[in-house]
């Protein structure tokens, strides 16, 4: 039994909307009366109608309607994400780290430019390439170090590729901070060793 038909057996049941609704389906001359009506009224209220088709159609009514929308239902909506985000939560994890595994010199590279933008160690017109491919042409076992420190009591080194160096993780770590005023700042090897 098709819906039609079911809806006609139920007919007292209906709201006003779904008779009118189920008599555009099956009646032609009502459907072509409220056609007419309809022509008609686009005629009258033409300009009415398209200035209130262009505020329907504009991406703020249409953004204000979809948040309308969603608060409408929050819950459902609130469900839905949490939901969404638990299926996709282990896929999604196990993306990054393999992202991160294939890319990790340049995870490192962007890493230091995060941390260097956050000390204002990194001017707007640094050549950025040319940093991502220090990094990325690091060595293994080697670490990319500031040759001024971008951190010191005395002084404030550039995140600049001129002022980058490979050195030996041992070497790195045992450096540190360390600065002694001249351009090669090696005083730190012979406190050291």
Same mark, same amino acid.
């Given at each position: 039994?098709?819906?039609?038909?079911?809806?006609?057996i139920?007919?007292?049941?209906?709201?006003?909307?779904?008779?009118?609704?189920?008599?555009?389906?099956?009646?032609?001359?009502?459907?072509q009366?409220?056609?007419?009506?309809? %022509?008609?009224?686009?005629?009258?209220?033409?300009?009415?109608?398209?200035?209130?088709?262009?505020v329907?159609n504009?991406?703020?009514?249409?953004?204000?309607? %979809?948040?309308?929308?969603?608060?409408?239902?929050?819950?459902?909506?609130?469900?839905?994400?949490? %939901?969404?985000?638990?299926?996709?939560?282990?896929?999604s994890?196990?993306?990054?780290?393999?992202?991160?595994?294939?890319?990790?010199?340049?995870?490192?590279?962007?890493?230091?430019?995060?941390?260097?933008?956050?000390?204002k160690?990194?001017?707007?017109?640094?050549?950025?390439?040319?940093?991502?491919?220090?990094?990325?042409?690091?060595?293994?076992?080697?670490?990319?170090?500031?040759?001024?420190?971008?951190?010191?009591?005395?002084?404030?080194?550039?995140?600049?590729?001129?002022n980058?160096?490979?050195?030996?993780?041992?070497?790195?770590?045992?450096?540190?901070?360390?600065?002694?005023?001249?351009?090669?700042?090696?005083?730190?090897?012979?406190k050291?060793?």
């Open positions: 039994m098709t819906i039609l038909k079911m809806k006609k139920n007919e007292e049941k209906l709201t006003d909307n779904e008779k009118r609704k189920l008599r555009y389906q099956t009646d032609p001359v009502y459907r009366l409220r056609i007419e009506r309809s %022509r008609e009224y686009r005629r009258k209220y033409c300009e009415q109608v398209r200035a209130r088709d262009k329907r504009s991406k703020e009514y249409r953004k204000k309607q %979809r948040r309308a929308s969603w608060w409408k239902h929050r819950d459902r909506n609130l469900k839905n994400d949490k %939901r969404r985000y638990q299926q996709t939560l282990e896929a994890r196990a993306w990054q780290r393999d992202y991160y595994r294939r890319n990790k010199k340049e995870n490192q590279a962007r890493g230091a430019e995060y941390r260097a933008k956050k000390k160690a990194s001017p707007k017109w640094t050549n950025k390439e040319e940093l991502k491919n220090l990094y990325i042409n690091c060595p293994a076992n080697y670490h990319v170090d500031h040759i001024i420190p971008l951190t010191h009591k005395d002084v404030c080194g550039l995140h600049v590729p001129w980058l160096q490979y050195l030996s993780s041992s070497d790195n770590i045992s450096k540190g901070n360390s600065f002694d005023f001249t351009y090669d700042n090696m005083s730190w090897k012979n050291n060793g």
